[in-house]
């Protein structure tokens, strides 16, 4: 069997569902992990049993071992970290968001051109299994054209703090962070339409509410509530060039009862709701049935996929497959996200030619 030898960069929270998915692949040796946090990584690597540690990315990008890499570090490093290991010669697979700015995602896809090697961008939730399942169901044309998707993702409480609140290292809070989960999973779904316009508002009126006492949340690995440079609350309507639009609202927290995941996509032969439990609603003999499809794990079950996103990375590393998750959508949706900022800050719908 052939097998693809990896490096990870980035130690940090995220890292260990990139471990765990390919400690369990046997197509997979881990030979290479690095972590500006020297500990950290040897950590990683006693655990998971990797012979290599580093402080220096250049350094892991060194190690001709190494074919791909898993990069799972600060957004504000993704880009520069990405164009250095293609032309090392190395496959990537890029933890979401692709990057910061256009500007950066334009010159990860040049790099990805120029160097004959692809990048997978780290959008998990395309690779839910009960994706899998609503993906035949639209590719067989049962749901017809998806004119209108409505993507909610609120956390009432949880900025992780850290960079994540650091819009310097960020590049912003729950919209880049969490919403690009959402926005490209719709996106994705409605088969990839052209972007027409978008009109946003970010706001910025709770803070990080690190006051708030017995309640868990995800936290960055260097948690530190002192600066805190995000919006906590993102919403947006987003217009595509086919008449389709998206819907989407998403928070680090706001005064909302409970945290709530809800993604919709409405079509004209039928429709999906994909989060918090994927169910599929049509017509049939003048009459409308609601589907409730029996899967193990009809809502997204985080472990199971990231193994399934790492696996696909790994058989379009060996050339089985080619991956779904193409640079080129990373700078689509980064296209997208910005423009919401934009929006927001000038106060105007934003329109692309
Ligand atoms: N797909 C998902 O569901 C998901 C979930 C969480 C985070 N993420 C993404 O994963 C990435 C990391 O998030 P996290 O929660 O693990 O953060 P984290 O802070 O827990 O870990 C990041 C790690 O990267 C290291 N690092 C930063 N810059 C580096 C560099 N130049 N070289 C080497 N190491 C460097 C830090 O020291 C830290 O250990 C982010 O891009 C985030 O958006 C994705």
Redesign the pocket.
Known sequence: MSIVKIGL???????E?HLQAYKANPKVQLVAI????EE?ARQKAEKFNIPNVY???NKLLGNSEVEAVSI????N??AE?SIAALRAGKNVLC???LCKTVDEALQVEQAVRESGKFLQV?Y?RRHASSIGVLKKFIDADDLGQIYFAKASLIRRLGN?G???ADKERSGGGPLI?IGV?VIDLCWYLMGKPKVKSVSGNTYNKLGNRSNIENLDF?K???YDASLNTVEDMANALIRFENGASLMVDVSFTLHAKDNSAQVNIYGDKGGAEIEPKLAIVTERHNTMINIDPQITSPGFE?QGAFNNEINHFVDSCLGLTETNSPVEDGVEMIKILNAVYQSAAEGREIHFD
């Open positions: 960069i980035g130690s940090g929270s995220i890292s569902s690095c972590d500006l946090n950290r402080t220096d990315y799972c570090t600060w957004n490093s993704h970290i933890e979401k968001p780290g998990v992780p850290g960079w994540f962070d989960h995800y960055a690995a260097d985080f």
